[in-house]
């Protein structure tokens, strides 16, 4: 009985997870991010140089974006025409950009971002215990089908089957979760380990990360009831996020990364959380980022963003 509890309990996690991973939309950037149709004709009609330049400029100079590309410019995606919020990145099999987007997963034909994010995780997680849970169960019997303690039927074949499987797939997901777990501890995606982000300062792979607790909260939320489950409870409304950085950078000195963004995605599946409510809070520990501080610096925010070349990227 108490097998059989755990094995449902395992099962139905694990199943909730993988359906939610599945078939949680990306998230996309709001229209904030978009230029504007004017914006568009002008980007179009001026050759590359200072008139582009001061159209991303001007586009750009309300936005919290922090990140640049190799060359210095901003972020800019011809294909969705928008402004690129920071850790967004242009999906080539969506044809579209994901918020915080970690990588599109063919195992769950659907990209793993901000909107699903801890969702894969959970996934993870309790395949791994599900699989570990039939491996551990189905040894005995594994052990007697060697030690001919079986009787000679077609059944004895189905559990050394069952225990390679399940055994098999439990060293794959443990490595394969170690890894996203360290990506959490980090606060990193699988993009940026390959290509670290990219400040005005310069370019530090650490640059998201505020610790450990504090990159735990913003995956999992603040409310430990929720963290097990796979509902949505991710701080933030991944078009910005904290950074450690920003308050070194001499043209943004005294404003927290994304504290001024209060833009939304127009289609939620779940409940939408604006930076000044969550993830603000995150860099609330240090006494020089008062309320204050924030609100008399909140328009000043991008206004010093110059896009010193226009570079596509996906």
Not at 13 to 18: A, E, M, N, P, T
Not at 62 to 72: E, N, Q, V
Not at 196 to 219: C, E, M, W, Y
Request: proline residues 5%; positive net charge.
């Amino acid at each position: 009985v108490v097998c059989l509890v755990a094995y449902h309990i395992f099962f139905m996690l694990f199943v909730w997870s993988y359906w939610k991973t599945i078939f949680t939309l990306p998230m996309n950037p709001s229209k904030e991010f978009h230029l504007s149709y004017s914006d568009k004709e002008s980007l179009e009609r001026e050759p590359r140089g200072e008139s582009q330049q001061e159209v991303l400029r001007r586009a750009a100079k309300d936005l919290p974006i922090y990140t640049r590309t190799m060359s210095g410019a901003i972020r800019y995606c011809d294909r969705c025409h928008l402004v690129k919020p920071d850790r967004c990145h242009h999906c080539s099999v969506c044809d579209k950009c994901i918020l915080k987007m970690d990588h599109h997963c063919p195992w769950v034909n659907n990209c793993v971002g901000f909107s699903n994010y801890k969702f894969f995780l959970l996934f993870l997680a309790y395949s791994l215990l599900y699989c570990l849970f039939i491996a551990a169960t189905d040894l005995q019997y594994f052990i007697k089908f060697w030690t001919n303690g079986l009787p000679d039927t077609q059944a004895k074949f189905h559990i050394m089957f069952l225990f390679f499987a399940a055994a098999m797939f439990s060293v794959s997901l443990s490595s394969l979760f170690g890894y996203h777990c360290w990506l959490v501890s980090k606060n990193k995606s699988t993009l940026e380990v390959f290509r670290a982000p990219i400040f005005r300062h310069r370019t530090d792979k650490n640059g998201f990360s505020l610790g450990f607790s504090k990159n735990l909260r913003q995956v999992f939320g603040d409310e430990k009831k929720y963290w097990l489950l796979p509902v949505f409870s991710s701080l933030g409304d991944g078009c910005s996020f904290p950074t450690c950085l920003v308050n070194q950078d001499p043209e943004q000195a005294s404003t927290p990364g994304g504290l001024s963004s209060t833009s939304k995605s127009e289609n939620l599946l779940f409940p939408a959380k604006p930076l000044r409510d969550s993830q603000s809070h995150l860099l609330t520990d240090t006494p020089s980022w008062s309320d204050t501080s924030a609100k008399a610096e909140k328009g000043k925010v991008g206004m010093s963003n110059p896009a010193l070349t226009m570079e596509n990227e996906t």
